[in-house]
């Protein structure tokens, strides 16, 4: 369990303190890529930390449409702020996209060892608020605008940490407009049309520059 380890959740501990609160090795399940680690609905009754691999959460309507919200890497957590909540059933499916194992904490010894460890609580605050902010600002990308402007203010987010203005898309079309609710054919236009106003310049594979 590297991974859990590493975990935002035991950050400034050191492996003997968190096998002393966890106090057994933890249940560690292993899962192939496209196989359902959690169903859209199922209670969610322990808490899910990646231990190694990828894994993705998709939401589904009543109609089938589906949308990606989000890749956890490890060793992420998997929807903490739902294992406290008064309806805490999962609001998403969750597939593995990698070879993955992943950590579950049952809810009741997660409240023990927050309780037996202030730093352990307060990195579960931490993780919770940060979790809140990446959700607001998806739900915005999806919420306001055309996809033009959905894709060109989600370009402006890849190109905040480089120089240059230079980004890679992290995803393929597909999964990139399953990100945004639209089709691929839909997602590939706005693409073009935004090369094509001198927006963005494609460099080669998913590597583009923003222009403006």
Do not use: W
């Not at 249940?27 to 808490?47: F, I």
């Not at 499916?93 to 927050?114: Q, R």
């Not at 730093?119 to 919420?143: C, G, P, Q, T």
Request: hydrophobic share 40%; charged share 25%.
């Amino acid at each position: 369990m590297e991974g859990l380890y590493q975990s935002l959740l035991f950050e400034g501990l050191d492996q003997h303190t968190i096998d002393c609160l966890l106090g057994y090795n933890g249940r560690v399940r292993k899962y192939s890529p496209g196989e359902l680690v959690a169903l859209q609905g199922d209670v969610y009754k322990a808490l899910l930390i990646v231990d190694k691999g990828l894994l993705r959460t998709e939401m589904t309507n009543a109609e089938g449409s589906r949308v990606t919200l989000e890749e956890i890497i490890a060793p992420c957590a998997v929807a903490p702020a739902f294992i406290f909540a008064t309806n805490n059933c999962l609001p998403v499916s969750i597939f593995a996209v990698l070879p993955s194992s992943v950590v579950s904490i049952p809810k009741n010894k997660l409240t023990t060892i927050m309780h037996n460890d202030s730093k352990v609580l307060e990195n579960f605050l931490r993780i919770i608020s940060d979790r809140s902010r990446f959700l607001s600002e998806r739900l915005r990308l999806l919420s306001f605008g055309t996809i033009k402007s959905k894709l060109r203010s989600y370009f402006i987010e890849l190109t905040r940490d480089n120089d240059g203005g230079s980004f890679t898309i992290p995803h393929t079309h597909q999964e990139l407009a399953d990100i945004f609710g639209v089709t691929r054919p839909a997602l590939s236009r706005a693409i073009r049309q935004l090369e094509d106003s001198g927006i963005i310049r494609r460099k080669g594979g998913r590597r583009y520059e923003l222009l403006q």
